[in-house]
């Protein structure tokens, strides 16, 4: 019997996407469709809904940071008081318990917080997204483009002429109608 490996069967899977996506383009260019592309970090990094996302996530971040600072000043308080309690057993005692308890509570509100803070920051970004992704069909349609792809650092697409190249145009049509 055959065993194929993970990574042969992931190997195979990819070079069957890879012919059947030259395929479609393939036959798209032999029906003269109109074709273009934009650069997906030239995208993300320009558009004004990811800007503001961005913005809206500092607050947040900003917020939550002002809160862990004041959880650390009385952690740090306590921490002084307990040192010049040392004389003191009952209430070095105490102090430590407390010290003790801030830094827990520290704990569970950095976790909580960062946790919190990723899904705001997937919330923001997806939200922009949605809605660049909806500006795109409506551009294509406009424009009439019959396909327009995305270009990302992982190289989806190996080569392409400047001239497909529409990143600009969309990124100035979008940053507008924003």
Do not use: C, W
Request: hydrophobic share 40%.
């Amino acid at each position: 019997m055959l065993k194929i490996t993970q990574q042969r069967a992931i190997s195979i899977l990819l070079v069957i996407t890879a012919v059947l996506s030259l395929l479609l383009i393939g036959s798209y260019f032999m029906n003269e469709k109109k074709i273009a592309y934009v650069d997906s970090m030239k995208i993300y990094n320009g558009y004004v809904g990811i800007k503001q996302a961005k913005i809206e996530f500092e607050k947040e971040v900003e917020f939550y940071k002002s809160r862990t600072d004041t959880l650390t000043a009385r952690a740090k308080i306590t921490i002084l008081k307990l040192e010049k309690a040392r004389d003191n057993k009952t209430e070095y005692t105490k102090l430590s318990d407390s010290v003790q308890f801030y830094k827990g509570q520290l704990n569970n509100y950095q976790s909580s917080m960062n946790e919190s803070l990723k899904q705001k920051e997937s919330q923001l970004t997806q939200k922009a997204m949605l809605k660049l992704n909806s500006f795109l069909k409506e551009y294509g349609n406009s424009q009439g483009y019959d396909m327009i792809l995305i270009a990302n650092p992982s190289g989806t697409i190996a080569f392409a002429k400047d001239s497909f190249d529409i990143t600009e145009d969309v990124l100035k049509a979008a940053n507008e109608k924003f």
